[in-house]
């Protein structure tokens, strides 16, 4: 064998190895898919309560979860990056229509939705999920930024509750 027809058959087979330890189960793409739009979903909400609150503990909230949010879709990107996939880059259609109620909203009523909604509901829900996801995930990349992830989503959760008991 020729050293260019050795070279290019070890370059291919270098890419094959590459390309197929990237690969990632349906399982695991839709979990990295829900993960990102979690984390989306969060930091528009977010937006749109430093913009329509007017109460100093849920605007803080907001941007802790901008802040916090904003990071975990980094690390989401990261993994999918590594695994050659394309994430989603804005919200899912039930939250776009939670954002477009609570852009109609003002006041308390804006308050009250905004942190029962995408505070509670919505990080008991995507807790549950990492939770999931820890389990039954393949990847071990999807396993680790689940792990990673789920803690934070924990102290999201009962920020949330604590400051809905102090506004209802």
């Not at 290019?8 to 390309?19: D, V």
């Not at 989306?40 to 503990?57: H, P, Q, R």
């Not at 849920?58 to 590594?82: P, R, S, Y």
């Amino acid at each position: 064998m020729k050293t260019t027809q050795f070279l290019t058959a070890l370059t291919l087979g270098i890419a094959f190895a590459h390309s197929a330890s990237a690969q990632v189960s349906k399982a695991d793409t839709d979990r990295l898919n829900a993960i990102a739009q979690a984390n989306i979903a969060e930091v528009e909400a977010g937006k749109i309560a430093l913009e329509k609150s007017t109460n100093a503990d849920v605007k803080q909230f907001a941007q802790t979860m901008i802040d916090d949010h904003t990071k975990g879709l980094e690390e989401t990107k990261k993994v999918a990056a590594t695994k050659n996939l394309t994430l989603p880059t804005e919200p899912d259609a039930a939250h776009k229509k939670m954002a477009e109620k609570l852009k109609t909203l003002s006041g308390a009523a804006f308050d009250k939705e905004y942190v029962s909604k995408a505070g509670v509901a919505d990080h008991a829900k995507v807790h549950a999920a990492l939770k999931q996801d820890i389990a039954k995930a393949q990847d071990a990349d999807v396993k680790a930024l689940a792990t990673k992830l789920e803690p934070t989503v924990a102290h999201h959760g009962e920020m949330a509750k604590k400051l809905n008991a102090a506004i209802k």
